[in-house]
């Protein structure tokens, strides 16, 4: 009797195996045991193969969130992408993230830079589209936020078409300076530009440095100004000292003309020195060095006395002073504001005619305020001059210059003075019906 053992095998694997290996029982046996493990071997090899296959592709996917720059997702779903890629994708993600961080740090320095510039920045790239601009130039244009420029063309920003041109023309190689008067906002302004053209690999093609001129120019004219205005003014005086020691040197003269002559160089000599002083006075006033010494005082008192000092000048040219009102409390610096309106006061002897007979000063207070009023009936002011009165050196009537009264500078320091006491002056005026002065200041609190 044969001994065999029997394998429950299926049928179809079972008769193949018959087919196969026809022979005795222990050589099926090891057969069979042969083709189960090839069968279990294979079944693991593709478990194995379907598994690396769902780890390259959660790998894939992950790796692709981290280009994306989602970390906090990518990092969730690593563990899931097996032991091996795991480690990968983590190292992957990290250095991602430093290069993103060195990046971020890059672009916040630069930003810095250019915000910290005075100068406003601008570049733009082959388009003409604007793809960096610092805070100065935003300021500058009076244009929107940065965000809502980046990568709009620069002409529908700035909308100025020489500016514009500057741009064309760097494209084309050039470095261009040019200006032009730039509508920003509520204000013209008139902004150098300085163009280079760059090959940046960002995308870049032309930065530009704009600098706004305006002030500078204004600075420039009032330097010129005031250069002519003062040539002119020292002229006359300096042509009378010369003459009057010319003929001095001459000699053969009598005691009356010498005399006369000793009387010209005293007054030119005299001019020379109030149009310094008083320059320096204006100086010192504008630049706000001069220290006003701030006290609450009643201004009826001050100015009827003022007014009683002018009293002789005043009579010895026909007219009387009133003064009229009341109490009218102010924080002043009484010597600074007695000169404000000596000064109303001297021009209102000046200009009136003597036949118009009087000047009348009114102190009052009203609406948190404390006024003065100085009236003539004099000459008056045309209307197209009465805000050129308070500039420096201005006169209506030109032949007073040659004549050396005033020194043109008396309104100005008194505007100056009024500005420094956060007050104000007017002036209303019809010519030949005479001109009234007003100070405003504010009254003393309580
Ligand atoms: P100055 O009196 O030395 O000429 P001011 O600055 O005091 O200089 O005055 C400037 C100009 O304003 C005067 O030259 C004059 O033309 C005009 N002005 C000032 N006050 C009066 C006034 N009360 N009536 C008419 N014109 C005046």
Known sequence: MTSSVEVALPPL???VLFAVAPGSGASRLLLTAFIVMLFIALTAAVLGWLRARAGLRCAASTALQIAEGDLDGARLQIPACGPVASTALNALAASFERVEREAREERESLSLVLNSLGEGMLAIDDARRIVLVNQAALDL??????????????????????????????????????????DAGR??????????????????????????????????RIRSDFV????????????????????????????????????????????????????????????????????????????????????PRAAANGLAIRVSGGRARAVVDPGKIQQVFSN?????????????????VRVRSEDQSAIVEVQDFGEGIPPGEQSKIFHRFYRVDKSRTARGEGSGLGLAIARHL?????GEISVESAPGKGATFRVRLPAAAG
């Open 13 to 15: 694997i079972s008769n």
């Open 141 to 182: 244009f009076d244009v929107g936020d940065r965000e809502s420029l980046e990568r709009r063309p620069f002409i529908e920003v700035v909308r100025n078409k020489t500016l514009a041109d500057g741009f064309d023309r760097a494209l084309e190689g050039a470095e261009v300076r040019t200006s032009a008067l730039v």
């Open 187 to 220: 204000t013209v302004r008139h902004i150098e530009m300085r163009v280079v053209p760059v090959v940046a690999p960002s995308g870049i093609a032309a930065v530009a440095l704009c600098i706004d001129i305006t002030r500078m120019e204004h600075l420039q």
């Open 228 to 311: 002519a205005d003062f040539s002119h003014e020292v002229r006359t005086p300096l042509a009378g000292l010369r003459l009057a020691l010319e003929s001095l040197q001459e000699g053969g003269l009598d005691a009356a003309q010498a005399e006369h002559l000793h009387a010209i160089l005293h007054r030119q000599i005299g001019r020379l020195e109030r149009l310094v002083s008083d320059l320096a006075q204006l100086d010192e006033i504008e630049s706000g060095e001069a220290v006003l010494r701030f006290e609450e005082i009643d201004l009826y008192p001050l100015v009827e006395e003022l007014c009683t000092d002018f009293e």
């Open 344 to 360: 109303l006061v001297d021009n209102a002897i000046k200009h009136s005619s003597p036949d118009s007979g009087r000047i009348e």
């Open 418 to 422: 009024v500005i420094r006491h956060q």
